[in-house]
């Protein structure tokens, strides 16, 4: 069954520290994978897309590692910002088509003064 | 990036009426919209895809005649909740995307509330 898993459910950190968010998969074929930032009651926002043959790619702050072995991926955030606040999402797109989207549940972070 | 202008943000109707939310693509051809729904806490699912000028495809467990989509042009795509009711209160998402394209881009949202 074709599943993206994420974790952890929820996280709270202090602002200005780093932290690592985890994405494991089972989807394939495999296409590409996205992390979305989405704030509350917001749509999701695009903040890196990889395909089989990356292994990091950051946007600013954000870093995304894929481990297309192992189908992992992480999201890490540095220095982190009250404005990182948010809910982070996993997308593993399925077999090529783009309407094939197989979303994780979401990380909810939290960045505390 | 693009921009994809959903309205309205927020709506809140009565049991047994029609809601329409608007999906805009403001700087691109938006050959293809989709359309998701998302309860508290939980991943967005997909309801529909529409490609512009054809009738949508829906996801199995979605009702086409409750959730219509009209995707008449390039840059509109129209998602009508009819007959609604308290069970279908939640928070849709549009998005869209560009002939060739294989980023899409979300609109803002709509939280509906049916009483």
């Known amino acids: 069954k074709n599943q993206v898993e994420q974790s952890p459910q929820s996280l709270i950190i202090l602002e200005g520290k780093n932290c690592t968010l985890q994405?494991?998969?089972?989807?394939?074929?495999?296409?590409?994978l996205r992390w979305y930032k989405q704030d509350t009651g917001r749509g999701p926002v695009s903040l890196t897309i990889m395909t089989f043959s990356e292994n990091t790619k950051s946007n600013g702050r954000y870093t995304a590692t894929l481990d297309a072995d192992t189908k992992q991926s992480s999201l890490h955030i540095t220095a982190s910002q009250l404005s990182d606040s948010a809910s982070y999402i996993c997308?593993?797109?399925w077999g090529g088509g783009y309407n094939k989207l197989i979303f994780g549940a979401g990380t909810r972070l939290a960045v505390h003064p | 990036g693009a921009v994809v202008s959903q309205h309205p943000s927020r709506v809140i109707c009565k049991s047994g009426t029609s809601v329409k939310i608007e999906c805009r693509s403001l700087?691109?051809?938006?050959?293809?919209m989709f359309w998701y729904r998302q309860f508290p806490k939980q991943s967005l699912m997909l309801m529909a895809t529409?490609?512009?000028?054809?009738?949508?495809?829906?996801e199995q467990g979605v009702e086409k005649d409750k959730f219509l989509i009209n995707h008449a042009s390039l840059t509109l795509s129209t998602l009508t909740v009819t007959s609604a009711h308290p069970e279908d209160s939640s928070f849709y998402i549009c998005?869209?995307?560009?002939?060739?394209?294989?980023?899409?881009?979300f609109g803002q949202g709509t939280r509906l509330t049916v009483v």
């Open positions: 700087d691109f051809q938006a050959t293809t």
């Open positions: 998005s869209a995307r560009e002939l060739g394209d294989t980023e899409a881009f």
């Open positions: 997308v593993v797109s």
């Open positions: 994405c494991n998969y089972t989807v394939s074929p495999f296409s590409n």
């Open positions: 529409s490609n512009e000028g054809s009738k949508a495809t829906y």
